[in-house]
């Protein structure tokens, strides 16, 4: 008789962790671009906290006062004992700032997605970019709808599915804003125009381009200068907002639908008061300080091109390149091993393999902060030159001219060896 527990341990899943690497749940404490791992300060380039807003003393500051004030937890529902006036004044100001008509919020981002899953009814048909993150495929296999995949950001494929597709099912085309993992953006007025010619509503993920993108930070749409693409949005403060929770915005009927139907809303405890709290600082920040956009959105221009410069591959020239940097390395073991290397030179990075991305499209991805100094940016650069040409992922003489008249790592200014 198989054993569910046994059938777990013979499965191909684990064979990685037998590697000797260990990019996973490593223990650290960052802040302002820094970590400590393993006792040692690196370079911190795998958080998300785009902005820098996580450790900034309005934000940290406005979190413990709504501790002291609410306390730790509101222990219960939204739709039961855990909605505090900070929740709606958060949901207000979301739905302004997005200028939808309404906004709700859930305790993180993940569940704002599952959220959808009620849209997503029998008969009903939804058409999902590839790449989406996990938690939009979990809400569509949690919905009724008939599943149409496509091929990432290939609007051709997009297009002759729905062609093709019965003309009396409810449509809804699904997509990241800015993909988590390839850091490039969704092609927002192609994918708004297929949908009006074919009568399908957009959901547009932008829990990475919410904050970060447009003069205003509003996201993808604002930064196509498509304000009506999006019908509904999903998000997270855990990104830009440096705090954690997800957000839904849309037209007032269907998020008052949501509120009494999806299930992450009605049976999970909410947002915490330090989170909501958080969250509302950081807005008013994202809305004040638009050099933390410029800033952060320099910084990655610039590694990109040193790292292309260096012969690595960071995907295909990309018309903005946004703060999530894929370093391809192609193959678990090497991806592994690179990251490992790279943070002996002193920089903490996430490695990504499958299923965050296909086999075969393993890659270190790179992420940059606000908060990040130019310092930073040169020992990124030293530390990938130094592990790439160790493992032969690059090769041992730069391809191009950034690299060689780029910044250099200064191993005085970041004192970090880890091994
Ligand atoms: C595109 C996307 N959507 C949703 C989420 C989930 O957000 P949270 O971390 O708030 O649960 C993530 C987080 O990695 C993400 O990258």
Known sequence: MADVFDKLLSSSAPSFMETGFRPFYQALSA???????????????????????????????AAARATERYGASCSGSRALCGTLPLH???????????GCEAAIVTTTGFQANLALAPLFGRGDLVFSD???????????RLGWAGKRPYRHSDMAGLERQLVTADPDAGKVIVTDGLFSMEGDLCRLPEISALARRHGARVVVDGAHDIGLLGAHGRGVAEHFGVPDAVDLYTGTFSKCFGSIGGLLAGPAHIIGYLRYTARPLLFSA????????????????????????????????????GLRALGFDTGSARAVVTPIIPVYIGGAELCARMWEEVLAEGVFTSAVVAPGVPVGRELIRLTLQATHTDEHLAHI??????????????PAVAVG?????????????????VR
Not at 88 to 98: D, K, N, S, V, Y
Not at 297 to 303: E, M, P, Q, V
Not at 401 to 417: I, K, L, S, Y
């Open 31 to 61: 802040r302002d671009g820094e970590a400590r791992v393993r006792c040692e300060r690196v370079v911190m380039a795998a958080c998300n906290d785009y902005l820098g807003l996580s450790g900034d003393p309005r934000v940290t500051g």
């Open 88 to 98: 709606e004044e958060l949901e207000a100001r979301l739905a302004a700032f997005l």
């Open 130 to 140: 590839m790449a989406n993150h996990a938690s939009l495929m979990d809400a569509i």
């Open 270 to 305: 909410s947002m915490t008061p330090a989170s909501v709290a958080a969250a509302l600082a950081a807005l008013d920040i994202v809305e004040a300080e638009p050099e933390r956009r410029t800033r952060v959105l320099d910084l990655a221009g610039r590694l990109d091109s």
């Open 381 to 394: 650069l030293g530390a990938f030159a130094a592990a790439g040409r160790r493992l032969g992922v690059i």
């Open 401 to 417: 001219r950034a690299a060689t008249a780029g910044p250099q790592r200064d191993r005085d200014a970041m004192p970090v060896h």
